[in-house]
């Protein structure tokens, strides 16, 4: 049986023969600038076009992109289990009445005090503080029954 592919598995393949001439010189380059990191360069470009093509096949889920200069602990916030609770919510608010959820982010859109570099720690902002205090989260347990 072969190998199966799972994270931090090696892979080659051959580029074919009809790749534009524009993407073998973007390698090119990529490759004379980054050296020995090129294929970790290469890599996340390769997984998303596989994930470009794979369809949706379940209608309940939605992919979005997270932006690339989070911090570690801006990522284990967005991975807990209660912030995606707390976006789904934030979503499904957007879907349902998005006059009342965009105005509810105008309000809390305010310029803020600047904190000192020692006190700016990752902490939830006011719009999800605003948005888990609204009243469509209060039954939020009421889908157990």
Same mark, same amino acid.
């Given at each position: 049986? !072969? =190998?199966?592919?799972?994270?931090?598995k090696?892979?080659? @393949?051959?580029?074919?023969?009809?790749?534009?001439?524009?993407?073998?010189?973007?390698?090119?380059?990529?490759?004379?600038?980054?050296?020995?990191?090129?294929?970790?360069?290469?890599?996340?470009? @390769?997984?998303? !076009?596989i994930?470009?093509?794979?369809?949706?096949? =379940?209608?309940?889920?939605?992919?979005?992109?997270?932006?690339?200069?989070?911090?570690?602990?801006?990522?284990?916030?967005?991975?807990?289990?209660?912030?995606?609770?707390?976006?789904?919510?934030?979503?499904?608010?957007? #879907?349902?009445?998005? !006059?009342?959820?965009?105005?509810?982010l105008?309000?809390?859109?305010?310029?803020?005090?600047?904190?000192?570099?020692?006190?700016?720690?990752?902490?939830?902002?006011?719009?999800?503080?605003?948005?888990?205090?609204? #009243? @469509?989260?209060?039954?939020? =347990? =009421?889908?157990?029954?």
């Open positions: 049986m !072969a =190998d199966l592919l799972e994270p931090g090696t892979i080659s @393949f051959r580029l074919p023969n009809h790749t534009p001439s524009h993407v073998i010189t973007y390698l090119n380059k990529l490759k004379k600038t980054e050296g020995r990191k090129f294929s970790s360069k290469i890599a996340p470009l @390769f997984v998303d !076009a994930d470009d093509r794979i369809p949706q096949t =379940d209608p309940d889920y939605y992919s979005l992109p997270i932006p690339e200069n989070l911090s570690n602990e801006e990522r284990q916030w967005l991975e807990n289990k209660h912030t995606k609770a707390l976006i789904s919510q934030i979503v499904l608010k957007l #879907a349902t009445d998005p !006059a009342k959820a965009f105005e509810l105008a309000q809390n859109n305010e310029p803020q005090e600047e904190q000192p570099q020692s006190e700016k720690l990752f902490q939830a902002n006011d719009v999800a503080a605003s948005f888990m205090d609204q #009243a @469509f989260f209060a039954d939020l =347990d =009421d889908d157990d029954d």
